[in-house]
Nanobody, 115 residues
Framework: QVQVVESGGGLVQAGGSLRLSCAASGSTFSIRSMGWYRQAPGKQRELVAD???????KYADSVKGRFTISRDNAKNTAYLQMNSLKSEDTAVYYC?????????WGQGTQVTVSS
């Protein structure tokens, strides 16, 4: 079992920055990748970025060049640095920790970008 807890959301003006953290606990040795997803009202949950235990990252086209995902394996924590935020980035952001067999989700953290 893996537990995942997100933090760092909040209200920010357009053009500002936020840093989200995702702390994993439990059977963290089994985690292969960690990722950030988001869900805006009335929309489906979508991938924002994810990163493997080896550090290979991928991003949604909409956030490339603005968001950076990173991972501290020693702390079992993943981060999402979000710069140049836009109103369309407003959503609940969820962290997912994935093992070979299961995916574990956090409760989500709200990010609101005011224009």
């Amino acid at each position: 079992q893996v537990q995942v807890v997100e933090s760092g959301g909040g209200l920010v003006q357009a053009g500002g920055s936020l840093r989200l953290s995702c702390a994993a606990s439990g059977s963290t040795f089994s985690i292969r990748s960690m990722g950030w997803y988001r869900q805006a009202p009335g929309k489906q949950r979508e991938l924002v970025a994810d990163i493997t235990s080896g550090g290979s990252a991928k991003y949604a086209d909409s956030v490339k060049g603005r968001f950076t995902i990173s991972r501290d394996n020693a702390k079992n924590t993943a981060y999402l640095q979000m710069n140049s935020l836009k109103s369309e980035d407003t959503a609940v952001y969820y962290c997912k920790a994935e093992t070979w067999y299961f995916a574990y989700w956090g409760q989500g953290t709200q990010v609101t970008v005011s224009s």
